[in-house]
């Protein structure tokens, strides 16, 4: 029984895994493009710096609280969304870039 | 109301001459202003009168104009609020310039809040300032009838009552009126070619180019907001000034500070958020050559390398910044306040 329950929920992380979308979010020219994102609960959020030099995203909201650190020229870093809500990610470095997640 | 704010028809008039890539250079037309605390006369008026009055400090003698005068670049010219501050207390940092401060989105050295009413009392309380709790100001203003009438004038649903609230909104919307007037660089962006001398228009290139000043003094404010850590006296150097670090202790903000304006910097020396530089040469030495140290300072922007800018380049550089300087925006320094 035990085993059995086992697979059924590594079986439901996989499916839900594999539903998870991952969004692209691209800091080129001190702007987070896009602005703005609706996403899932589970779904993953991609930073990629486009510009020649370093960025960051963090966001403070409670319940999906992140920080990527300082992001050189050209990296990419993922996060993952936690909680349903909206909020704000800015870039710790330039706080005119502003990006707002929906998360549903 | 746009000649209330010395916006300049001049500018107005002929933005539309600027050529597309030299547009970005020139001041909006309008000064951003929140909802809840739109311009009007009466307030600029009132925000005027509190921002020059001495009896909203503790000793009676110190105004916001002490460390941030119009007669100053809006500063007050000392490296740090020496004997300045209440009863000679000295502030930490170089008194940062009110000018344009409308359009940043981020206040103090340290960005640590965002709009000028959430700024416009933090220097009343603070020790090293004019020291005075609001708990006790509040009271003390609200007893002066002069001052009832010009916030029931101003804010009419205040009814003349003075709270902390109101206080913030009138000394932020005379705050939001002290914007830059025109320099010979916005002639020059303008189209006027004449207006910037040869050296300038040289040191106008290198700043976007070689030097890389353009990476962070960038718009018509010469600043977009970014923080950074420049690599002066902080943190690994044995500094206490940690920055925007002591706001939230995010790594990315070890050592780091606003990004200031350049616009009317010949008349705000000395510079840095330490005012340890003591001119436009050595600031641009600074900056354009890799900081002032070749330590490993800790967290240190990548900004901050070594341009190889030579005494030439430095040279122009400055000619251009001091074609920044436009003249002092038109304003009577009130002598006589509410009683």
């Given at each position: 029984m035990k085993t059995i329950l086992k697979t059924l929920l590594i079986s439901l992380a996989i499916a839900a895994s594999a539903n998870a979308a991952n969004h692209l979010v691209d800091q080129k020219g001190k702007t987070f493009i896009p602005h703005a994102l609706t996403v899932a609960v589970g779904d993953t959020i991609t930073f990629k710096n486009s510009d020649p030099f370093a960025h960051n995203a963090y966001t403070d909201d409670e319940a999906n609280e992140f920080d990527i650190g300082m992001q050189a020229a050209g990296a990419e870093n993922k996060v993952t969304v936690k909680a349903a809500g909206t909020f704000s990610v800015e870039c710790a470095i330039h706080p005119n870039m502003l990006l707002e997640v929906t998360a549903k | 109301m746009l000649i209330k704010l010395g916006l300049s028809a001049l500018l107005l008039s002929t933005a539309m001459y600027a050529t597309e890539d030299m547009k970005k250079w020139l001041r909006p037309a309008e000064v951003p202003q929140p909802a809840n605390n739109k311009l009007t006369p009466e307030r600029i008026e009132l925000g005027k009168l509190l921002y020059f009055d001495t009896r909203l400090s503790s000793s009676g003698k110190i105004s916001c104009a002490t460390c941030h005068h119009p007669k100053q670049g809006w500063t007050d010219l000392i490296p740090t609020s020496k004997a300045v501050g209440h009863e000679g207390a000295v502030g930490p940092r170089n008194s940062p310039v009110v000018?344009?401060?409308?359009?940043?989105?981020?206040?103090?050295?340290?960005?640590?809040?965002?709009?000028?009413?959430?700024?416009?009392?933090?220097?009343?309380?603070?020790?090293?300032?004019?020291?005075?709790?609001?708990?006790?100001?509040?009271?003390?203003?609200?007893?002066?009838?002069?001052?009832?009438?010009?916030?029931?004038?101003?804010?009419?649903?205040?009814?003349?009552?003075?709270?902390?609230?109101?206080?913030?909104?009138?000394?932020?919307?005379?705050?939001?009126?002290?914007?830059?007037?025109?320099?010979?660089?916005?002639?020059?962006?303008?189209?006027?070619?004449?207006?910037?001398?040869?050296?300038?228009?040289?040191?106008?290139?290198?700043?976007?180019?070689?030097?890389?000043?353009?990476?962070?003094?960038?718009?018509?404010?010469?600043?977009?907001?970014?923080?950074?850590?420049?690599?002066?006296?902080?943190?690994?150097?044995?500094?206490?000034?940690?920055?925007?670090?002591?706001?939230?202790?995010?790594?990315?903000?070890?050592?780091?500070f606003k990004t200031p304006t350049l616009r009317d910097i010949t008349k705000s020396a000395p510079y840095m958020h330490d005012g340890s530089v003591k001119t436009l040469t050595e600031a641009t030495h600074v900056c354009g050559n890799g900081g002032r140290y070749e330590h490993n300072v800790k967290n240190k922007s990548t900004f901050m390398v070594d341009r190889k800018l030579t005494k030439s380049d430095i040279s122009k550089i400055t000619s251009f910044l001091k074609s920044l300087e436009g003249p002092d925006m038109k304003l009577k320094i009130p002598t006589k306040f509410p009683q």
């Open positions: - | 000018l344009n401060t409308a359009y940043q989105n981020r206040q103090f050295w340290d960005g640590r809040v965002r709009t000028l009413e959430q700024q416009a009392l933090g220097p009343i309380e603070a020790d090293v300032e004019m020291n005075m709790p609001l708990d006790v100001l509040i009271p003390k203003l609200n007893k002066i009838k002069g001052y009832q009438k010009l916030f029931a004038k101003a804010y009419p649903e205040s009814k003349g009552v003075i709270t902390n609230d109101y206080l913030a909104k009138a000394i932020a919307s005379f705050e939001r009126t002290v914007v830059s007037t025109i320099a010979p660089f916005d002639k020059y962006a303008m189209g006027e070619k004449g207006a910037l001398s040869k050296s300038a228009k040289k040191g106008f290139e290198l700043f976007k180019g070689k030097a890389h000043c353009i990476d962070c003094h960038d718009g018509f404010n010469f600043s977009d907001g970014s923080f950074h850590n420049i690599g002066l006296n902080d943190g690994d150097l044995g500094g206490k000034e940690l920055g925007r670090y002591l706001v939230k202790r995010r790594a990315a903000w070890y050592g780091v």
